[in-house]
């Protein structure tokens, strides 16, 4: 199988290792985009399941926004759960809904991956499994979580600076690894990936942890102030639908809003190579009786 890779503008087998060969571009840039991963069937089957989320929306989630700095329960409950959470346009200051229920929604997560089955059936598909193996050299990769991202037309919120390794930091710092499945054209104008190339190699910036005061109102905190990043350092990486776009956990990146009339959705779920690793028991998302992490190659 052989896929196009942006950043080289060439060819390149899926026989070579992403982490061991020094010129790949997923070890270089700390991405890797892969075109037609998935068929158009595969894309609109997909798609038709994450349109689907918004025909019921739960009561209890009516008054909940997802921005990056929610800190409270509800997102501490729903890493064993499929939880609805809306973009900040889509609400008034009371609640109530601006828009369309079908376009109200930013993201519906953490668990699709394993409570719901069209997405389970794609997250550990032989297709995402000979990639951990073959190409990415994981020895035990599980799933931590998975999203499901509308970036509705219009109010399809922005998604600032940001490494993965943040909310999901590991030890080694470099287990982490996002699958980013276009379900739309992802472009400039509906907010595409941004990346800095490189950026993986400097570390974790910050982290965002459960709060060690458990007086504070806050459950979740950032241990450090956003870092400056100069905006000169990325570069905008749009795509076509059923591409696969590989993350590494410490890559910074980030999306900016949709202002178009074309919706941006997203399949995407995080991986951790447990080889050898330490899970943080700081991290917001931990496994739970009802749900620990899945094993990419002992399920289906």
């Not at 939880?83 to 930013?106: M, R, T, W």
């Not at 050898?276 to 992490?293: D, H, R």
Request: with cysteine; proline share 6%; hydrophobic share 35%.
């Amino acid at each position: 199988m052989r896929h196009v890779l942006k950043m080289s503008f060439t060819v390149i087998s899926h026989a070579f290792s992403l982490q061991t060969e020094p010129h790949f571009p997923f070890r270089k840039n700390g991405y890797l985009v892969l075109e037609d991963f998935f068929t158009e069937e595969e894309v609109r089957e997909m798609k038709d399941a994450g349109t689907k989320l918004t025909d019921d929306i739960p009561d209890e989630s009516n008054r909940i926004v997802f921005t990056d700095t929610v800190r409270n329960k509800y997102l501490l409950e729903s890493g064993d759960k499929i939880k609805c959470f809306f973009e900040s346009g889509a609400l008034d200051k009371n609640g109530k809904l601006l828009v369309d229920p079908k376009h109200s929604l930013n993201k519906v997560g953490h668990a699709l991956h394993w409570l719901h089955p069209v997405f389970k059936k794609y997250t550990f598909c032989d297709k995402i499994k000979n990639l951990c193996d073959k190409d990415l050299d994981l020895e035990d990769p599980k799933v931590v979580q998975s999203m499901y991202i509308f970036k509705n037309p219009k109010i399809g919120d922005e998604v600032p600076y940001h490494q993965d390794s943040s909310y999901l930091h590991t030890k080694p710092e470099n287990k982490l690894v996002g699958f980013w499945i276009a379900l739309d054209d992802a472009t400039v104008e509906n907010g595409c990936l941004w990346f800095a190339p490189g950026s993986h190699k400097s570390g974790v910036h910050r982290r965002y942890i459960r709060n060690p005061d458990l007086a504070s109102d806050d459950p979740l905190i950032y241990t450090s102030p956003q870092p400056f990043y100069p905006s000169s350092n990325f570069i905008p990486v749009p795509v076509k639908k059923g591409t696969l776009v590989l993350i590494h956990g410490l890559v910074v990146h980030f999306s900016e809003s949709n202002k178009s009339n074309l919706s941006r959705h997203v399949y995407t779920f995080h991986v951790v190579d447990f080889d050898k690793t330490v899970y943080s028991k700081e991290n917001w998302l931990q496994p739970t009786e009802n749900l620990p992490f899945k094993s990419i190659y002992e399920n289906s």
